[in-house]
């Protein structure tokens, strides 16, 4: 597996990947409208896009972040792992990644919208692993100097 910044190429095995894991979670599977335009609605605004891509150079994983405005924090937006290859460290490869970049950016808050605890596997292990709840949908990591 190897993480890259976005590439227009990937954006239909992207939008097929995201349709899938949000069906395997049983959600009606509809999409998000920044990802029809992740060029316009990432990059060309001064953020990245991630993509986590496998050896037959298929997409099995995403991760944004949109900047807030006039602050040092970030939105971590569409955290998604191919629903048959969860638990294998892809998430945790992309919130790694994008943490990194942030810490370089000098960003000092990322904050994550989970959708509330009903998404309890999420829940426990970001909140477990990077960051503290501060409100019962919402995450915020504070990075350490």
Request: aromatic share 10%; charged share 35%.
């Amino acid at each position: 597996m190897k993480i890259i910044k976005y590439e227009e190429k990937y954006r239909d095995d992207m939008i097929f990947m995201i349709l899938e894991a949000k069906n395997a979670l049983g959600r009606v599977p509809g999409l998000n409208e920044d990802l029809l335009d992740v060029r316009k609605n990432y990059l060309e605004v001064g953020d990245i896009f991630w993509l986590a891509i496998d050896d037959n150079d298929r997409v099995i994983g995403s991760i944004g972040y949109n900047s807030i405005k006039d602050t040092d924090e970030v939105w971590l937006h569409r955290l998604f792992v191919k629903y048959n290859l969860k638990r294998q460290g892809i998430g945790s490869a992309l919130l790694e990644t994008a943490e990194q970049y942030l810490r370089k950016q000098e960003k000092k808050i990322a904050k994550v919208h989970l959708g509330g605890k009903d998404w309890v596997e999420s829940w426990t292990r970001l909140c477990g692993i990077s960051g503290t709840a501060y409100d019962e949908r919402i995450i915020e990591n504070k990075f350490p100097r």
